[in-house]
């Protein structure tokens, strides 16, 4: 079993920046592919950014590329989500998810965490 505890969320004006953490434990957390999947209210929940087992490759969503970051600590058993230049739509529950089969480019999570809420305001 894994545990995925994400922090970081809250509120934020447009233009602004946040820094997303999920915390991983019970398992190889270096084995794993993880990713940043959101849910807007009223949507279905998407694929977001994702980040290989070594933290070499990075794929994201056209939504977010260019503004979002993913990155991982494996010595730390944590995968970040650097957010730049928040607009409105990215409002959303964050979740963070593992993936120990799939690929970065096509995860297919084994594991899911609770979601943090980021609130951007126009």
């Known amino acids: 079993q894994v545990q995925l505890v994400e922090s970081g969320g809250g509120l934020v004006q447009a233009g602004g920046s946040l820094r997303l953490s999920c915390a991983a434990s019970?398992?190889?957390?270096?084995?794993?592919?993880m990713g940043w999947f959101r849910q807007a209210p009223g949507k279905e929940r998407e694929f977001a950014a994702a980040?290989?087992?070594?933290?070499?490759?990075?794929y994201y969503a056209d939504s977010v590329k260019g503004r979002f970051t993913i990155s991982r600590d494996n010595a730390k058993n944590t995968v970040y989500l650097q957010m730049n230049s928040l607009e409105p739509e990215d409002t959303a529950v964050y979740y963070c998810?593992?993936?120990?089969?799939?690929?970065?480019?096509?995860?297919?999570?084994?594991?899911w965490g609770q979601g943090t809420q980021v609130t951007v305001s126009s």
């Open positions: 019970g398992r190889y957390f270096s084995s794993a592919v």
């Open positions: 980040i290989s087992r070594g933290g070499g490759m990075t």
């Open positions: 998810a593992a993936d120990y089969g799939g690929s970065y480019n096509r995860m297919s999570p084994d594991y």
